[in-house]
């Protein structure tokens, strides 16, 4: 008879790993499936960013700011290691839609809504520091604003919200494809494919945290009543980011571009070498999973930013791009970028206890979103120990970036500086194990492609769940971009070699 869970989770995405975490850190029993990597759908395809969201108040989205704001604020305590403060600047130019004085405004109401406790507040640049800005046309804006936010590694945080769960005693896995759901005396029984096995997996309650097949799911889900609950309707939104290289002199701010027709273009440097454009906002007809970056989305963000950037770049300029479909509530706007980027919890007891559907939702509020499902299962019944996660560190989070930057120094010499570097930031405290697994075993320093010993792959395999280079180089880090195709192709290597002995 297999085991009976308090909770079944089904998505390994941002949501689904809040939900874990703060569950068995409640006091239940928690199993997770996620049917392939973790966050390897809109959860590593969004703009990066831990942030209030600016363009929302207008509008009116007072509540969702606010939340995001604060939980930015926690963020940047419990995982110091993953959320960095990142400066915006925000040209105010002639043509642009939004007037002046609403932007000031609204910045004014963005510091308001935050608190401030962590972060500066937003200003103006001088007509100096106005002319400093490299590449900035000048003449193109009136005025230069400036104001904080965040920005993070999306999948990262992801992985260190589900290893943060297991660590306190989660089932958690990637690579179960949950097949079917049906309520059986009671509890809700659940066939899962894993790894090539299957597996029965029952619990008293479940939640849905499919992101944009939440309502595919439902419909694999069959009541006491032999019927599949209704699901919510759900606007499928594609944001769509390019990268290109860091032009010299290098410019460490973030720019928020207002462009002529409406929307809101970022410009984020990342990992000291390349820019970030995006994102945009384009109803999805298609399957999730079968999602990219058009060639008129690729020109759409280049148009924009050559628009305020002297820097004639072009297609051929690209060297990566991404995209994600949001799975946002459909709330009747027509335009996607007015879509409500809030989130919805939806309670249904179909013959069992409760299922809990979450639609929409943002990669910064989902500790809160978390709380939330939790305060809903309180409701229908579930016993729960009190809130906890506002205040503890995320797995990887107990030291501060003073004390990261001398864990970096202080490392084994087998490891090259630059490599320590990236791992304090990457896995925060438990590099320590990694510099102790090196110790114990020398030879795992080797490196198999440039900057990456075998450690960090071991690692990442064995303790990260990382069964293919692909997880590993675009989630468990980024290195597939400063990797030349023989440095991928020797991860790959490593990768499928242990893949046949396993």
Request: a neutral charge; hydrophobic letters at 45%; aromatic letters at 8%.
């Amino acid at each position: 008879m297999s085991r009976i869970f308090d909770l079944l989770v089904i998505g390994g995405g941002i949501n689904g790993a809040a939900v874990a975490r703060d569950a068995v850190g409640r006091g239940l029993t928690v199993y997770l499936a996620e049917a392939g990597d973790y966050a390897h759908a809109t959860s590593s395809a969004s703009s990066k960013l831990i942030h209030g969201g600016i363009r929302y108040l207008e509008q009116y989205e007072f509540r969702l700011v606010r939340e995001s704001l604060r939980e930015r604020e926690v963020l940047m305590r419990t995982a110091p290691h993953l959320v960095f403060p990142l400066e915006f600047l925000l040209p105010i130019t002639a043509d642009q839609p939004r007037p002046a004085w609403m932007v000031h405004i609204g910045l004014r109401l963005y510091d308001f809504l935050s608190g401030r406790r962590l972060l500066g507040r937003s200003g103006r640049l001088s007509r100096a520091a106005m002319a400093a800005i490299p590449r900035f046309r000048k003449g193109r804006a009136r005025a230069v604003m400036h104001y904080p936010d965040c920005w993070t590694d999306d999948a990262r945080l992801t992985l260190e919200t589900l290893l943060d769960a297991r660590s306190r005693g989660a089932d958690i896995g990637n690579y179960r494809r949950v097949t079917s759901v049906a309520v059986v005396d009671g509890l809700y029984t659940a066939e899962v494919e894993s790894h090539g096995a299957q597996e029965t997996v029952r619990a008293r309650s479940l939640v849905n945290a499919a992101g944009p097949w939440a309502a595919r799911l439902l419909g694999t889900v069959t009541g006491a009543d032999g019927q599949h609950p209704a699901a919510r309707g759900l606007k499928l939104v594609r944001g769509s980011h390019v990268v290109i290289p860091m032009p010299e002199p290098q410019e460490t701010r973030a720019f928020t571009l207002q462009n002529t027709d409406g929307r809101v273009v970022f410009v984020l440097p990342w990992l000291g070498r390349f820019l970030i454009l995006g994102t945009t906002d384009v109803v999805h007809q298609g399957d999730p999973a079968s999602v990219q970056c058009t060639d008129a989305e690729r020109d759409y963000l280049l148009a924009c930013y050559r628009d305020f950037f002297d820097h004639a770049v072009g297609p051929d300029d690209v060297v990566w791009t991404w995209s994600g479909v949001r799975p946002l509530v459909d709330d009747g706007s027509a335009n996607p970028s007015e879509v409500t980027r809030d989130y919805v919890i939806d309670l249904k007891q179909p013959g069992a206890g409760p299922l809990v559907t979450i639609y929409g939702g943002k990669l910064t509020t989902h500790r809160k979103l978390g709380e939330h499902v939790m305060d809903t299962l309180a409701q229908a019944g579930i016993a729960l120990g009190p809130s906890w996660t506002e205040h503890a560190p995320l797995h990887g989070g107990q030291l501060d970036r003073a004390q990261l930057a001398v864990l970096a120094e202080t490392g084994p010499d087998l490891i090259a500086p630059a490599v320590r570097q990236r791992w304090v930031f990457t896995y925060g405290d438990v590099t320590r194990d990694l510099y102790a697994r090196v110790l114990a075993e020398p030879a795992l320093a080797v490196e198999v492609a440039p900057g990456l010993p075998e450690v960090e792959l071991l690692h990442a395999a064995t303790v990260e769940d990382a069964v293919t280079a692909e997880d590993f180089l675009y989630r468990r880090t980024k290195t597939f971009i400063v990797l030349d195709d023989a440095g991928r192709t020797a991860v790959a290597a490593w990768f499928a070699a242990r893949n046949r002995r396993a």
